[in-house]
């Protein structure tokens, strides 16, 4: 069974940085794309930014996060700097292997002074 796993998740304080990093498990042998997500308290699911075709982020994090994937196109990471209270969320990694979508269950980033 594939399966995605977060990390990284912390309480940070605003202008501070946090790296995510999600990891694909399994039987495979190729990852066609794969993304953030996040869920903010009280809001629906927002994409922070996915790769792909072409790399894409929110309005709200551009400029501030990057996405990448290492070498095994396994891992992905997210480079979080000048965090603010708004980007408190729990963060979803998502990918999408053989045809079919994966999620992991989520890292919780808090913002907060």
């Known amino acids: 069974q594939v399966q995605l796993e977060e990390f990284g998740g912390d309480l940070v304080q605003p202008g501070g940085s946090l790296r995510l990093s999600c990891t694909v498990t399994?039987?495979?042998?190729?990852?066609?794309?794969m993304g953030w997500f996040r869920q903010v308290p009280g809001k629906q699911r927002e994409k922070v930014a996915s790769d792909g075709i072409q790399t894409i982020y929110a309005d709200s994090v551009k400029g501030r996060f990057t996405i990448s994937r290492d070498s095994s196109k396994r891992t992905l990471y997210l480079q979080m700097n000048d965090l603010k209270p708004e980007d408190t969320a729990v963060y979803l990694c998502?990918?999408?292997?053989?045809?079919?979508?994966?999620w992991g269950k989520g890292t919780l980033v808090t913002v907060s002074s």
């Open positions: 399994g039987r495979i042998f190729s990852v066609s794309s």
């Open positions: 998502n990918a999408i292997i053989y045809g079919r979508e994966y």
